[in-house]
């Protein structure tokens, strides 16, 4: 089982800018693609950007609108999420997740998640 642990959430102003990681450890022989979710209290998980690992394809979605940007680190088995000109409704909990299948899911394996709060 690929076991994945995010990191850099908190708080931010609006305009600002955070850079989120995931590690990855444990069965990424396995692991196709990674993705970055979010859910806001009361609304739906979302994917907001995937990678796949050997070729570096990514997926964003539509809203992201240029904001967000997706990476990987091959040596240190990680992704990154740059988010930039944040505003409150980016407030929520952000999820690394792990495919075994394709880019846009099924995604297999999640991490904890990390809060991101964005004030006005």
């Known amino acids: 089982q690929v076991q994945l642990e995010e990191s850099g959430g908190g708080l931010v102003q609006a305009g600002g800018s955070l850079k989120l990681s995931c590690a990855a450890t444990?069965?990424?022989?396995?692991?196709?693609?990674l993705g970055w979710f979010r859910q806001a209290l009361g609304k739906e998980r979302e994917l907001i950007a995937a990678i796949v690992w050997s070729g570096g394809s990514t997926y964003y979605a539509d809203w992201v609108k240029g904001r967000f940007t997706i990476s990987r680190d091959i040596i240190k088995n990680t992704i990154h999420l740059q988010m930039n000109s944040l505003n409150p409704e980016d407030t929520a909990v952000y999820y690394c997740?792990?495919?075994?299948?394709?880019?846009?899911?099924?995604?297999?394996?999640w991490g904890q998640g990390t809060q991101v709060t964005v004030s006005s």
């Open positions: 997740a792990a495919s075994h299948s394709s880019l846009v899911g099924p995604y297999d394996y």
């Open positions: 444990r069965r990424t022989y396995n692991t196709y693609s």
